[in-house]
Structures are given as C-alpha cells and as structure tokens.
Nanobody, 122 residues
C-alpha cells in the first residue's frame, strides 16, 4: 500500500504562486500530480520517478509555469505553481504507482490522495 496526502491549496489572485506538497508512505516507483476542474476530466500535470528523479510534463498550458520536484531524503513531492491563471482552478491530486515509469494517464495509478483545492481569481 501507498498512502498519500496533499496540502498547500489556496485561493490566490491571477499571477500569484503556490507550492503544493504531497507526503507519502510506502514505496512508490512514481509520484504524479493530476488536476480536475468542475465538469471536466481529470488530467495529468506532471510526474517524477522516486529513484532517479526523472520528470515528465503533460500539459502544454502549464509548461514553464509548473515544476515538480522531490526531496531526496524525505517522502515529499512538490508542485511549484507560478504565474497562476484562472483556468488553473481545480482540485489537485497526487497519485502513485509502484511501476517505475512516468505516465500522464490516471489509469496507470493505483493510489491517490484526497485532493487539495486551488482557486485562482481573476
């Protein structure tokens, strides 16, 4: 089993920044961030491998603004979010799989956090 918990969501103005945190217990191979806006499908944002720290990004709309990272000696993964836009408003989830490769597909992930709300006002 892998257990995850997100934190850091907040209400911010457009152009602001937030850093989301995901703490986890267990031995995942990959940690990924997803988001889901009301009435829309869940979409992959980015992922990072536990062992090597290799990253992949999946949304053109956030490239250059969002960065995934992890702490080497602690079970923590971050999503740094800069230059936030109203369209970034969503519930953000971290997810894990014991597989060793990154994927932007939610079906590849077996373990999920509860989500944290990010709201960006215009």
């Amino acid at each position: 089993q892998v257990q995850l918990r997100e934190s850091g969501g907040d209400l911010v103005h457009a152009g602001g920044s937030l850093t989301l945190s995901c703490t986890f217990a267990g031995v995942p191979g990959v940690i990924a961030w997803f988001r889901q806006a009301p009435g829309k499908e869940r979409e992959g944002v980015s992922c990072i491998t536990k062992s090597d720290g290799d990253t992949s990004d999946y949304l053109d709309s956030v490239k250059g603004r969002f960065t995934i990272s992890k702490e080497r000696l602690r079970n923590l993964v971050y999503l740094q979010m800069n230059s936030l836009k109203p369209e970034d408003t969503a519930v953000y989830y971290c997810a894990a799989t014991r597989k060793s490769y990154c994927s932007g597909l939610s079906s590849e992930y077996d373990f999920w956090g509860q989500g944290t709300q990010v709201t960006v006002s215009s």
